[in-house]
């Protein structure tokens, strides 16, 4: 799940076509009532990831929504490459895929063009009890703009020989004792207790999360940089001191190389990623499977783990589709228990409801990452943020500026002027 907003010049260059087709549901199919034959003849286009629809889920769904509405469903499989323009060029057409999977970060991006319908009503209708964490991005501006569907975040991953090896019998529930296992595996192994790189900064947004802290501020009508915030300089310094356990470049990022890889090595105590980055590393060294496990990343005290930046994907639909009732029915159906309940247990994601986590309980990964996810969040839900993230990210730079010795203020104001400049892209 790759989780970049969408150029804002790209946003700001469609907003004015998306609004003039947008909504206008005349010929549409607003008289239409759910139950079988209700939409008899229609055909529901859904455009979602590779990867997101396993073949079980789609066959199961697909059966029950032709069932239940009379009408046909076709899932369209789209590919991350090239996917934000291709959405927003789909929502400025006259006729554009009915519902769409969006990514999480990116849903305020398209709200904010006017090509998303207003789901508000939906969900007080199923979405009572969904997740606040979760549920955020799809709310723009006050009204709902999509639903959320599907979910992962960080979890540590561990080399059991490694910690055992330490003389280590239990995995931490807290940050510090986190970091007693680390101290511990410096002093009895030759392993390096963590592999983590100077630029995970999808880590790095968990923590200020996990401090309460946000990476911007309203200055007048405008977005400017809080990383001078102390809660910010609070987040890098526990960042830092992970850090210090680690030999890994503190320039560059997980990808860089892949981390998953170096730890297959078997020569890393553990290193922070998506659960299937396990899979990576068993892919690069068979033996090293049978010695993998996963935790929670702890925080400050054993009832609460750390903040965590929430990757996944919401359905939306497209304010321009003229099904927009036979939309609303696939959407009751597909985010209703026992689908996303099937797509949690067949996927291993983290589904949009607590109380549905009981499905994950076959996939360790996806048992560790669910107890973070309430306290969860993400990258600034603005459009403005979009331009940030490009590279070079200068949060990334601003990271090793302190890993290298400057003070967490002194690195704040090293790039806040780059950061200002790029959230004004789309002012």
């Known amino acids: 799940m790759k989780r970049k907003l969408i150029a804002a010049i790209g946003i700001a260059g469609m907003i004015f076509s998306v609004v003039a087709c947008g909504g206008d549901d005349s010929d549409g199919d607003s008289g239409k009532k759910a139950g079988a034959d209700g939409f008899k003849g229609e055909t529901l286009t859904v455009w979602a990831m590779d990867g997101s629809t396993p073949p079980g889920w789609t066959k199961d769904l697909t059966a029950a929504f032709e ?22 060029t789909a929502l400025s057409e006259e006729n554009p895929p009915d519902v769409i999977e969006v990514g999480n970060t990116q849903t305020p991006a398209y709200a904010a063009t006017g090509g998303l319908a207003d789901l508000s009503a939906l969900k007080s209708e199923i979405g009572a009890d969904w997740t606040a964490a979760l549920n955020e991005s799809s709310v723009y501006d006050g009204k709902q703009y999509a639903a959320p569907w599907y979910f992962a975040n960080r979890v540590v991953i561990y080399n059991k020989k490694v910690w055992a090896d330490a003389g280590i019998k239990d995995t931490p529930k807290t940050r510090d004792e986190f970091f007693k296992d680390l101290q511990a595996i410096e002093k009895k192994t030759d392993a390096e207790p963590i592999y983590l790189p100077g630029q995970n900064w999808y880590f790095f947004d968990g923590l200020t999360i996990g401090q309460g802290a946000d990476l911007v501020k309203k200055d007048g009508d405008k977005y400017v940089s809080n990383l001078a915030d102390p809660k910010v300089a609070k987040a890098m310094e526990i960042y830092k001191e992970y850090q210090s356990y680690s030999k890994a470049p503190k320039d560059k990022d997980e990808a860089t190389p892949q981390q998953a890889e170096v730890f297959a090595k078997g020569k890393a105590g553990a290193f922070i990623g998506m659960g299937w980055e396990a899979g990576t590393a068993i892919a690069a060294n068979k033996d090293i499977e049978k010695n993998i496990g996963y935790f929670t990343i702890p925080g400050e005290t054993a009832d609460k783990p750390e903040g965590v930046f929430l990757g996944g994907s919401n359905f939306a639909v497209a304010a321009g589709s003229k099904k927009q009732e036979l939309a609303k029915e696939f959407l009751k159906l597909a985010l209703s228990d026992k689908f996303e309940g099937a797509l949690a247990k067949e996927n291993g994601v983290i589904p949009n409801k607590e109380s549905l986590q009981t499905n994950l309980s076959a996939n360790p990964a996806a048992v560790a990452a669910a107890p973070a ?14 331009a940030v993230e490009n590279a070079p990210n200068p949060i990334k730079t601003y ?7 400057k003070s967490p203020a002194e690195a704040a104001k090293q790039v806040e002027a780059e950061i200002n400049k790029r959230l004004s892209q789309t002012s």
């Open 373 to 386: 996810a309430a306290g969860g969040g993400t990258t600034p839900l603005i459009p403005e943020w979009a």
């Open 399 to 405: 990271m090793t500026a302190v890993l290298n010795g």
């Open 67 to 88: 069932k239940q509405t009379g009408a046909k469903l076709k899932f369209e499989t789209q590919q991350w490459n090239g996917i934000q323009q291709k959405i927003t």
